[in-house]
Nanobody, 120 residues
Framework: QVQLVESGGGSVQPGGSLRLSCAGS????????MRWYRQAPGKERELVAG????????YYNDAVKGRFTISRDNVKKTAYLQMSSLKPEDTAVYFC?????????????WGQGTQVTVSS
């Protein structure tokens, strides 16, 4: 079964940094746009950042722009989310998503999530 595996979550103090990783070793990885979502308790899942398959373009939620950086390594079949200057409101479960659409067909995969907690 194809799957994505997130890692790198944990607990940090405000102002700290974490780097999340998303491994898609079973995928034809370079075919997929990669995205990071997050969901806090009682809130809807929101898109945090996205990156095109060849890293030509990136997208960031305004709440994280300037603090987070999305990247990918298609040889290692891994996507990353570098998070700096973390704030308590960044606390959430972070999910990796891979999406490929072509000719009426769709392949989409989700990781199981990794917890990020920012508190004093």
């Amino acid at each position: 079964q194809v799957q994505l595996v997130e890692s790198g979550g944990g607990s940090v103090q405000p102002g700290g940094s974490l780097r999340l990783s998303c491994a898609g070793s079973e995928l034809a990885f370079s075919n997929y746009a990669m995205r990071w979502y997050r969901q806090a308790p009682g809130k809807e899942r929101e898109l945090v950042a996205g990156i095109t398959k060849d890293s030509e373009r990136t997208y960031y939620n305004d709440a994280v722009k300037g603090r987070f950086t999305i990247s990918r390594d298609n040889v290692k079949k891994t996507a990353y989310l570098q998070m700096s200057s973390l704030k308590p409101e960044d606390t959430a479960v972070y999910f990796c998503n891979a999406l490929y659409r072509v000719d009426g067909r769709e392949w989409e995969y989700w990781g199981q999530g990794t917890q990020v907690t920012v508190s004093s």
